[in-house]
């Protein structure tokens, strides 16, 4: 898996959305003060993909937000997909699942969280 892009939004240290591009780069060192929100963004590559980081549920989300998002685009095997999870407070989780076909998302998400979860790790 090759990240490509990262987008976030509410979620732990990152109330205002954010975008890494890691297109421009082939090798990047993560560095700043503590809280700046470095392993919040290993969190986020974890949760989007595996609905996993340190925190769980409605911790996820930044306190002056109502739901955390993240996006991540990555390429595998000479595809290029997308994986979108979301929480807002109150609600169940929302995940995504598309691959870049033809100048287009098209969705490979399943009927279930679960089931959707299955594919993306497969």
Known sequence: MIPLRLKLSGFL?????????FTSFELACISGH????KSSLLD???WALFGEA???GEEL???ASNAAEVAL???YEENTYRV???LARGK???LEFQIHDAERWRPLTEATTRATQARIES
Do not use: L, W
């Open 13 to 21: 240290s990152y109330r205002d959305p954010v975008e890494v591009d």
């Open 34 to 37: 503590n809280g700046a929100g």
């Open 44 to 46: 986020a590559f974890t």
């Open 54 to 56: 340190r925190k769980r």
């Open 61 to 63: 989300i930044h306190t």
């Open 73 to 75: 685009t990555f390429s």
């Open 84 to 86: 979108q999870r979301s």
């Open 92 to 94: 169940s989780t929302v």
